[in-house]
T-cell receptor, first 116, second 113 residues
Framework: DSGVTQTPKHLITATGQRVTLRCSPRSGDLSVYWYQQSLDQGLQFLIQYYNGEERAKGNILERFSAQQFPDLHSELNLSSLELGDSALYFC???????????????FGPGTRLTVT | GQNIDQPTEMTATEGAIVQINCTYQTSGFNGLFWYQQHAGEAPTFLSYNVLDGLEEKGRFSSFLSRSKGYSYLLLKELQMKDSASYLCAVKGYSGGGADGLTFGKGTHLIIQP
């Protein structure tokens, strides 16, 4: 158990719908990262938040957005869903701070999203 | 941008040693990580290199050569439970600060009795 929690574990929805995935980082971790893993693309970095502020953006679509709340939990919002958005969505957290060497990221169990 | 290459699949024998190679091209480098991932589960951290050389951690070792854009993960005394995907990941660094991890597509390691 990494200490990172994600809900829900599974989500099945229809094309065109909107869903929200939730992540709670390990106690004390200020950085939260979101990743998407599909069979053909592998694990892709979407976005990072640090202490409530967006820090880095990867291959995140405009239909997707995220935020980190004052209690440090994070939500990833996926809208206008398409079949191709079906994937495993992982959240990871780390103690990472600015201008210091990077630390390992601890991954949550993931949310499996199926768009039908 | 980042580009990471690693073999798609490898097979090894229980009790033996296996080396999984990773080459990368990056516009900024702030460390290289190795993760293990069993099918349908979360990646788990194995090792981290930011300076050239070998890092040893029990049965697992990782090597980095920044000038060659090359790393390897060495697994010794292989066990059946080591059958998994091994992901090489590079942490970039852009002008605005540290980036997320860029992952290779993973090496699926099959351990045979």
């Amino acid at each position: 158990d990494s200490g990172v929690t994600q809900t829900p574990k599974h989500l099945i929805t229809a094309t065109g719908q909107r869903v929200t995935l939730r992540c709670s980082p390990r106690s004390g971790d200020l950085s939260v990262y979101w990743y998407q893993q599909s069979l053909d693309q592998g694990l892709q970095f979407l976005i990072q938040y640090y202490n409530g502020e967006e820090r880095a953006k990867g291959n995140i679509l405009e239909r997707f957005s995220a935020q980190q709340f004052p209690d440090l939990h994070s939500e990833l919002n996926l809208s206008s869903l398409e079949l191709g958005d079906s994937a495993l969505y992982f959240c990871a957290s780390s103690v990472e701070q600015l201008a210091v060497p990077p630390y390992e990221q601890y991954f949550g169990p993931g949310t499996r999203l199926t768009v039908t | 941008g980042q580009n990471i290459d690693q073999p798609t699949e490898m097979t090894a024998t229980e009790g033996a040693i296996v080396q999984i190679n990773c080459t990368y091209q990056t516009s900024g480098f702030n460390g290289l990580f190795w993760y293990q991932q069993h099918a349908g589960e979360a990646p788990t951290f194995l090792s981290y290199n930011v300076l050239d050389g070998l890092e040893e951690k029990g049965r697992f070792s990782s090597f980095l050569s920044r000038s060659k854009g090359y790393s390897y993960l060495l697994l010794k005394e292989l066990q059946m439970k080591d059958s998994a995907s091994y992901l090489c990941a590079v942490k970039g660094y852009s002008g605005g600060g540290a980036d997320g991890l860029t992952f290779g597509k993973g090496t699926h390691l099959i351990i045979q009795p």
